[in-house]
């Protein structure tokens, strides 16, 4: 059986598969403070929308006020 990875302190992976419209503010923020607490976390994001650099601009940005 593999272990975990969060059970062997490698970097933990939260994963969204939504549509961009439902990534708010909100949700950005409730984002930005989960990673916050868990240490060793990144988020992934997939959708159609991540394929134009302007939007992939505009998460990194909010993630980094």
Same mark, same amino acid.
């Given at each position: 059986?593999?272990?975990?990875?969060?059970?062997?302190? #490698? $970097?933990?992976?939260?994963?969204?598969?939504? !549509?961009?419209?439902?990534?708010?503010? %909100?949700?950005?923020?409730?984002?930005? #403070? $989960?990673?916050?607490?868990?240490?060793?976390? !990144?988020?992934?994001?997939?959708?159609? %929308?991540?394929?134009?650099?302007?939007?992939?601009?505009?998460?990194?940005?909010?993630?980094?006020?």
């Amino acid at each position: 059986m593999i272990p975990l990875a969060s059970l062997k302190d #490698e $970097i933990f992976t939260f994963g969204s598969l939504v !549509r961009q419209y439902k990534i708010t503010p %909100a949700v950005l923020d409730a984002w930005s #403070e $989960i990673l916050c607490r868990v240490n060793n976390s !990144r988020l992934l994001l997939a959708n159609r %929308a991540m394929q134009s650099t302007m939007n992939r601009d505009y998460i990194t940005a909010e993630f980094s006020k």
